[in-house]
């Protein structure tokens, strides 16, 4: 961990904790910060508060008193989740308090260089995709970030030159001041989380925030094909490197005669990736991108290529059954996620499991998608609204059932040997489920029950 006086003697408030604000906040104890954590949850449902207590940190729990940011706190860290629009969030910025995530915290601290990756869709998968590449390559990549292993605690353990690979949310991008990605990738944006950020243009000035700090010694990986990301990146002052699933670049990562190529030369052949789906191209062109910046070779590259099936809850394939094959998408949280999974399955039947948390959109852009779709089960909120689309898609067979654990014994009696069932839910998983790993392994679970 890069030694840091930035923090010393410094008040600090720490609103919400889970894992990240948790960690924050042990921390910044350690770097001699004075620590005050906030938490809406009671103190004695809070293990992870009770956990601090002893570290010497106030523990405010049980709610948000607005009256405790009367006291004179030099910087305020908040847990991605919590929006803008939160009263102690919003007095803390009215007073002129800097607000910042966990994100901003592994930046200060870490001796290694970032590779940040951001997008709407595809950001798991295409991190992953890096981290293995490098990996391959005999390089001693980190992993960290929106991925599930927190930021600040993965960069106090990296060393000079070690790469820090980091998938980043627009939640988390909102609240950086300093954070600077050696190489940032922005894959694509789209209609995402408007709950949070508002409108579509505060979404994306978060995810710009990226190349914010970045200098003419950083690179910007960003999506050729989509004009917003494009938009973005004519104002950075990174150098630029494309990629592009449809057009013949030259330079950067694109698709040529059946291949991947890189700088106008070929680094796979597309028959011999495993990774399904157009929009797994993109993604894989994007880490390829990502990869050759931070050296790694064709051959490791092509080495995880060849043998990289997906990452759980991505279009994950779970088993087959009697002739039916189960796909766990669960990630799936918004339209365009669900309108790749079933691009990646066109010319197949698909029974499709959808619905979940309702965010006030309409699923009229599904429409053209499900063509190729016989049967959907749905739940949740939102599956009102989604059955209003089958019906105009003319989808004869729209069952309505409890959650996902019950849709998968459902979509089974519905299906013939040769279809596909997908979990894809389009939504948010928040109105049934924690998280949407866990909506997708209950699916999982409910696959292996037929069994």
Request: hydrophobic share 45%; charged share 20%.
């Amino acid at each position: 961990m890069k030694p840091t006086r930035f923090y010393q003697h410094r008040r600090v408030l720490v609103i919400g904790l889970a894992k990240s604000g948790a960690a924050a906040a042990r921390l910044l104890a350690e770097l001699g910060a004075k620590v005050v954590v906030n938490d809406q949850k009671p103190l004695s449902e809070n293990m992870e508060a009770k956990q601090l207590e002893p570290l010497g940190i106030r523990i405010v729990c049980g709610g948000h008193p607005l009256e405790l940011l009367d006291e004179p706190f030099d910087l305020v860290v908040k847990n991605p989740g919590i929006p803008y629009t939160n009263p102690m969030v919003k007095k803390a910025l009215e007073k002129g308090l800097p607000v910042v995530t966990e994100v901003e915290l592994a930046y200060h601290i870490s001796e290694g260089p970032f590779i940040g990756i951001t997008g709407s869709n595809g950001k798991t998968t295409t991190t992953t995709l890096i981290y293995e590449m490098l990996k391959a390559d005999g390089q001693d990549p980190l992993l960290a970030g929106n991925i599930g292993l927190v930021a600040c605690e993965v960069a106090r353990e990296a060393k000079p030159g070690q790469w820090l690979v980091m998938e980043l949310s627009s939640f988390q991008l909102a609240g950086i001041d300093k954070f600077r990605p050696t190489i940032a990738v922005l894959l694509n944006i789209f209609d995402a989380h408007l709950d949070y950020h508002g409108t579509k243009e505060a979404y994306a000035a978060a995810k710009a925030n990226i190349f914010r700090n970045q200098t003419e010694r950083d690179y910007a990986v960003v999506n050729a094909d989509d004009p917003l990301v494009m938009n973005i990146a004519s104002s950075v002052r990174s150098q630029k490197v494309l990629f592009s699933a449809t057009k013949l670049l030259g330079e950067g990562a694109y698709v040529q005669d059946g291949a991947i190529y890189w700088n106008g030369d070929p680094v796979i052949r597309i028959a011999d990736i495993v990774l399904p789906g157009q929009h797994n191209l993109e993604n894989i062109l994007a880490a390829v991108a990502a990869a050759k910046l931070a050296g790694a070779s064709d051959e490791a590259i092509r080495q995880v290529l060849a043998t990289f099936s997906g990452v759980k809850h991505r279009l994950q394939y779970v088993a087959e059954i009697d002739g039916r094959r189960f796909y766990n998408d669960s990630k799936a949280t918004n339209i365009l996620a669900t309108q790749k999974a079933l691009s990646a399955f066109a010319g197949e039947p698909v029974i499709l499991l959808a619905g979940g948390l309702d965010r006030g959109n309409e699923f009229d852009d599904l429409l053209p998608y499900l063509q190729q779709v016989k049967a959907v089960v749905l739940f949740g909120q939102t599956a009102d609204k989604i059955g209003r689309i089958a019906q105009k898609a003319g989808i004869e067979t729209i069952r309505y059932v409890d959650n996902v654990e019950k849709a998968v014994p459902v979509a089974f009696e519905l299906s013939e040997p040769g279809d596909v069932i997908l979990l894809s839910p389009a939504c948010a998983s928040w109105d049934q489920y924690k998280t949407f790993e866990e909506r997708g392994d209950i699916f999982i679970n409910a696959v292996h029950k037929l069994k």
